[in-house]
């Protein structure tokens, strides 16, 4: 298996999942797993942190556009933060950043979850 | 100018070698001059590539090989994929409206896309039942 790995933790509203490894055709499976579970404890305001990504292939990409349609009509968002460059550059080679919204740092995004539950 | 090479690498047709895969082509763009950013597009094309055969040219049968050859010359990194799977040339496919595919939400279909995208050219030949997909990527004028 390549290495690949997906974490949860919990910040505010947020669930953050924390990924790392090589991101692919063979591994993607893993993250599909992650985001079903926390779909089916009702738990949609997902934001993903690439920080330790080192790559993404379309496989990967794929499994977040999977979900987004979910996870928007039960009232939630999927979310990215600190992106490494060399992915970003494929998310806005593709338009993601329009579907998609993707922040420098984790606590912004936890912030804009924060104020639209309370707005 | 960068330095001059040839590599090769012959892989099972498993979902699994595609990591073993990106690491070859990753040390040899890394060695041939590529920053970063652009080292990852031609690992990025050349991963969608040999993907896209496991899956669909061979049709997830693992028993099969895959050919890898990694050339440079001047500005040139070329990567050539050999295999006897189905044949299929990838410069003819589709590519979707990514503006109609983000509204749609759909997902899948953008492997060929990326590799189309990502690097300078495409061939493609098929002879004697194998097919033999060549890569390139020059390395930007400084």
Same mark, same amino acid.
């Given at each position: 298996m390549a290495s690949f790995n997906a974490s949860i933790r919990e910040s505010g509203t947020?669930?953050?999942? +924390?990924? *790392? %490894? +090589?991101? +692919?055709?063979?591994? *993607?499976?893993?993250l599909e797993r992650v985001i079903q579970g926390l779909i089916d404890k009702g738990r949609t305001n997902i934001i993903v942190n690439f920080s330790k990504l080192n790559y993404i292939s379309s496989? %990967?990409?794929g499994v977040f556009m999977s979900f987004i349609d979910e996870v928007r009509s039960k009232g939630g968002d999927i979310k990215f933060t600190n992106m490494p460059n060399k992915i970003f550059q494929i998310f806005d080679l593709l338009g993601f950043p329009l579907l998609y919204e993707i922040y420098d740092d984790e606590h912004k995004a936890v912030e804009k979850f924060q104020t639209t539950a309370s707005s | 100018m960068a330095e001059e090479f040839r590599a090769e690498l012959t892989i099972q047709s498993? =979902? $699994? /070698?595609?990591?073993k895969i990106r690491g070859f082509v990753s040390q040899a763009a890394e060695a041939f001059g590529f920053e970063e950013c652009e080292g990852y597009k031609i690992v990025m094309a050349v991963d969608e590539a040999c993907s896209n055969i496991i899956r669909h040219g061979y049709g997830k049968n693992s028993n099969e090989k895959l050919h890898i050859v990694i050339q440079t010359t001047d500005n040139r990194f070329i990567v050539t #994929?050999? $295999?006897r799977g189905k044949c299929y040339d990838l410069r003819t496919h589709p590519l979707p409206d990514m503006e109609a595919y983000l509204t749609a939400k759909k997902s899948g279909g953008l492997g060929i896309k990326l590799i189309r995208s990502? #690097? $300078?050219? =495409? /061939?493609?030949e098929q002879s004697n039942g194998e097919n033999k997909l060549v890569l390139t990527k020059r390395l930007p004028s400084r």
């Amino acid at each position: 298996m390549a290495s690949f790995n997906a974490s949860i933790r919990e910040s505010g509203t947020a669930n953050i999942i +924390d990924i *790392s %490894g +090589d991101l +692919d055709a063979h591994t *993607s499976i893993e993250l599909e797993r992650v985001i079903q579970g926390l779909i089916d404890k009702g738990r949609t305001n997902i934001i993903v942190n690439f920080s330790k990504l080192n790559y993404i292939s379309s496989a %990967g990409l794929g499994v977040f556009m999977s979900f987004i349609d979910e996870v928007r009509s039960k009232g939630g968002d999927i979310k990215f933060t600190n992106m490494p460059n060399k992915i970003f550059q494929i998310f806005d080679l593709l338009g993601f950043p329009l579907l998609y919204e993707i922040y420098d740092d984790e606590h912004k995004a936890v912030e804009k979850f924060q104020t639209t539950a309370s707005s | 100018m960068a330095e001059e090479f040839r590599a090769e690498l012959t892989i099972q047709s498993s =979902i $699994d /070698q595609l990591e073993k895969i990106r690491g070859f082509v990753s040390q040899a763009a890394e060695a041939f001059g590529f920053e970063e950013c652009e080292g990852y597009k031609i690992v990025m094309a050349v991963d969608e590539a040999c993907s896209n055969i496991i899956r669909h040219g061979y049709g997830k049968n693992s028993n099969e090989k895959l050919h890898i050859v990694i050339q440079t010359t001047d500005n040139r990194f070329i990567v050539t #994929v050999n $295999d006897r799977g189905k044949c299929y040339d990838l410069r003819t496919h589709p590519l979707p409206d990514m503006e109609a595919y983000l509204t749609a939400k759909k997902s899948g279909g953008l492997g060929i896309k990326l590799i189309r995208s990502l #690097v $300078d050219e =495409i /061939q493609y030949e098929q002879s004697n039942g194998e097919n033999k997909l060549v890569l390139t990527k020059r390395l930007p004028s400084r």
